[in-house]
């Protein structure tokens, strides 16, 4: 079943299945069809987002278990309401909770499940032959036996070994010096700091705690999807959202694989839930003209490239100059995003990938000796780090049964970049890894090796990527942070309705029920602090005489021994922009209390893009001097307000675009609610978000203020109390209450982009929505903050001039989210008529049933 609109909601100890049963009449009050739930089987205990699964057979008990699950959909269906689960195959937590891992340290590669983890058995490395790395202690290990940190015990499975709160099975305990006895194992404690340098399993990303696994093997498949399988059979689940569908060997075999597995359990299902298709969305990050593959029998992604669309359209380009220069001068780094990924994507291979680009290179050289090639390894390895450096994409999708076509301009491009850096790299040697990655071998008696070497090497292209450009690039780059998102293009400050029109026909014609997506578990920042910064693009050369000026009147700072400031004066430029961006709406700098709370959650986020920024400052080796002085400079000019100048200058900034951001979020809400596709409301934003990156977007949530916002206020109540929030729930009700009344206009209706003439035609995004009798048209402005009134969601009297949008479909003459008719004399509709009295509309052939 197609989900009409969904709401995310984050399962943890302290937000329970019992605890989502309570808000169900909400959920249905708002509009929601699907509740979308994170991980809800067994995680780490105290896990706050699930997905350090230990156990995927079973229903996290610290979530209420299965019972409470069965207790909650039962709810859900009374109500009318399905549910969609994220599931998570490409990963589990290592450690003793885990029975699966547990059993491959105690027996090795006899164990079942040995090859249910992507564990490198034959390693070069003779120590590791046989044995799995175990990369857990804090000091080498003869260190740690001469400290007694090691100790012997016996628990319920058997002789263990402990290492303070660890425990590792013994496959044997016979008697001994301590060395020897845990040099039988399957497994070698070693030294934390050698994992990237010598790991022989493949982690998510650079996380030792969560080890790989592989989907292609059909017992580990069946293992993982047992339960999944049969709450679908069930009725208890209507789809779900596969976590990081990149990290798997073969994502096209296994998403259809998944589909033809649900869809032959669908008769199974009980009469009294749908029995269409299962809904199936896949997390995949698509960059620089990328597509998913419809091949794949995917209904589309989680939405980050919705997100990244929308985005893009409310930035204006023009303000790319003056941010750039800005950057640049305050920063003393590029302008160009490619550049500082490009950095980044160096480092990630260096420092967390260096033990997968060795095992990458040595495959490739066996297919080159297998060939008859004089290719070195040293000089495949070289070649491997520039076309990694360059890769364009997250992945490429090459499968033991052919390569893709759709791959090949990826290739070429990395290939090209790699050749043109003018370092020593043999071209001869990109071109022959180009061809292999590209071309499958005709040679049936080697294929096997290129095509485990080209698996290995899209398995790590996928996280180097993801390490280097959310997890890096992102926190050091400071043009403007609003295009600094997952899934973004922040190479690409804006773009216009025109190329925002295209993206959305494109997601149409290839995947209609796509999630759309404007806020996630995983965002930076939350969707109106990103909404409120993109005026920035407005007002850039405001803001680039701004903030020079704010640095350097800022309260004394400390400087190192060289002389600079500390902190440095980009992350004084990029702590600028986050508080001009989540200052709250209610917050008034005379609040002593409110101020602090704000600050603490500031500290939160700037310790971490300080860290994942790994520039001064990192989690592996925190330089305590630096953090202390970023810490103090925000405590100083927020919570303690040392220099009030200072501080009402940069509030004065951020009330000032505060009503353009308002509009830029109501506009990205309604696009979200009425393009072709299924939106998706992250737990909490019904009401405006300014979040920061996680955990503070995952905060509890509100919902008896939520509900209590639903009750009945009057249009002009909403728009002159806009800053509570309530008029963007507003919003979302009236838009999912037609989508409700009108399922066939938003699920199959046509997209219909209309013209917009006048002055400020650029300043406005407009469409219809088509089927049968059936028609919503949506009207939103663009880069309009200097048409509103000062300090008001309102547009000046005059302000639209000329500007109307062109043959609005004769039919559209209800106003959903007024309650009211349009006085209409033709097919041309004045814009200024249409925002008369909220800054957004959306038109209709008929009003939602109530």
């Known amino acids: 079943m197609t ?42 205990a105290g896990s706050l987002h699930g997905y350090d699964v230990i156990d995927p057979t079973r229903i996290n008990p610290e979530l209420g278990g299965e019972d409470g699950l069965r207790r909650l959909v039962a709810a859900l269906r009374e109500a009318g309401l399905g549910l969609i689960v994220d599931i998570v195959p490409n990963h589990m937590a290592v450690g003793a909770e885990n029975a699966w891992w547990f059993d491959v340290l105690k027996h090795g590669q006899q164990s079942r499940y040995a090859t249910y983890f992507d564990i490198e058995w034959n390693a070069e490395d003779k120590a590791l032959r046989g044995k799995v790395l175990l990369p857990v202690l804090g000091k080498p290990l003869r260190e740690a036996i001469d400290a007694g940190e090691i100790t012997l015990a016996r628990d319920s499975t058997g002789a263990i070994a402990r290492y303070f709160d660890k425990r590792f099975p013994l496959a044997t305990d016979e008697p001994g010096e301590l060395a020897a006895l845990l040099a039988k194992q399957h497994y070698r404690l070693a030294w934390w700091r050698i994992a990237n340098d010598e790991i022989n399993w493949r982690r998510f990303f650079d996380i030792n705690e969560l ?19 049969r709450l679908y059979a ?26 033809e597995r649900l869809e032959a359990l669908t008769p199974q299902r009980p009469a009294t839930v749908s029995r269409g298709r299962p809904y199936i969305v896949v997390e995949k990050i698509l960059l620089r003209g990328e597509t998913l593959p419809t091949s794949w029998a995917t209904d589309g992604t989680s939405g980050y490239d919705f997100m990244n669309d929308v985005s893009a359209v409310q930035h204006k380009a023009g303000g790319e100059a003056p ?59 070289r070649a491997l780090i520039e076309l990694l450096a360059h890769f364009p994409v997250y992945r490429t999708y090459a499968t033991a049964s052919e390569r893709q076509a759709h791959d090949r301009p990826f290739l070429e491009t990395a290939a090209a970049g790699a050749k043109g850096t003018g370092l020593s790299v043999d071209r001869e040697v990109i071109d022959r890894l180009s061809q292999w990655i590209a071309t499958r071998s005709d040679n049936p008696e080697i294929a096997a090796l290129p095509d485990r070497a080209v698996t290995q090497f899209q398995q790590l292209s996928a996280p180097i990527a993801a390490k280097a450009v959310e997890d890096t690039a992102f926190y050091r780059y400071g043009r403007l942070l609003s295009r600094n998102d997952v899934g973004f293009d922040a190479s690409h ?170 509009v830029n979020g109501l506009a990205q809400t309604l696009l979200k609610l009425t393009v072709p596709g299924v939106p998706d409301i992250y737990q909490g934003t019904e009401f405006w978000d300014f979040s920061l990156v996680d955990p503070d977007n995952r905060r509890p949530v509100d919902f008896a203020a939520r509900s209590a916002g639903l009750d009945n206020s009057s249009i002009s109540d909403l728009t002159t109390n806009w800053r509570d929030g309530r008029i963007k729930q507003h919003v979302i009700t009236r838009a999912l209450a037609l989508r409700h009344s009108n399922p066939q206009l938003f699920a199959n209706g046509s997209y219909e982009p209309l013209a917009v003439r006048g002055e400020h035609a650029d300043r406005v995004v407009a469409f219809a929505r088509r089927h049968e009798a059936d028609v919503a048209v949506t009207v939103v402005p663009r880069v309009a903050s200097r048409l509103l009134v000062d300090g008001d969601i309102a547009f000046e009297p005059g302000a639209w001039r000329d500007t109307a949008v062109v043959a609005v479909p004769v039919q559209a003459r209800l106003n959903v989210l007024v309650g009211n008719e349009l006085a209409r004399e033709g097919e041309d509709i004045p814009v200024a008529y249409l925002f008369g009295e909220l800054p957004v509309v959306l038109l209709s052939s008929r009003f939602p049933e109530s």
């Open 3 to 44: 989900p009409r609109a969904t709401m995310r909601l984050q399962f943890h100890k302290d937000f329970t299945f019992a605890d989502a049963e309570q808000i169900v009449p909400y959920l249905a009050r708002l509009g929601i069809s699907h509740l979308y739930a994170s991980p809800i089987t067994t995680a780490r």
């Open 234 to 259: 069930e009725g208890l689940i209507d789809g779900v959202r596969v976590d990081h569908v990149d990290g798997l060997s073969d994502p096209a075999r296994y998403c259809r694989t998944l589909r």
């Open 323 to 381: 941010l750039s220069t800005l950057w640049e001068s305050v920063s003393g780094r590029s302008a160009g995003f490619e550049i500082e990924e490009q950095a980044a994507r160096r480092e990630m291979i260096a420092r967390s990938f260096s033990a997968q680009l060795e095992s990458c290179a040595a495959a490739f050289h066996r297919v080159a000796r297998a060939e008859g090639s004089e290719l070195s390894r040293a000089s495949l390895r």
């Open 493 to 662: 400050l804006g773009t216009g309705a025109t190329e925002f029109h295209d993206c959305v026909l494109r997601r149409q014609s290839e995947f209609p029920h796509a999630m759309l997506a404007t806020a996630t578990h995983d965002h930076k920042r939350g969707e109106d602090v990103r909404a409120r910064l993109a005026v920035l693009s407005e007002v850039a050369h405001e803001w680039a005489d701004a903030v020079p000026r704010w640095i350097e009147r800022l309260p004394p700072l400390r400087r190192d021994q060289a002389g600079a400031l500390l902190p440095h004066a980009a992350d004084i430029a990029i702590l600028l922009q986050m508080i001009v961006g989540a200052w709250p709406l209610n917050l008034r700098v005379n609040n002593t209390a409110a101020r602090k709370a704000f600050a603490d959650r500031l500290a939160q986020w700037q310790e971490k893009a300080l860290r994942e920024a790994k520039l001064a400052t990192d989690w592996s080796l925190p330089n305590e001097t630096y953090e202390s002085a970023a810490r103090e400079l925000l405590s100083s000019l927020i919570e303690r307000n040392v220099d009030p100048a200072v501080l009402n200058s940069i509030v004065a900034f951020a009330e000032r675009i505060s009503a353009a951001g308002a």
């Open 211 to 229: 080890a790989g696994l592989r989907m292609e093997h059909a017992p580990a498949f069946e293992d993982v999807h047992e339960l999944v399988f």
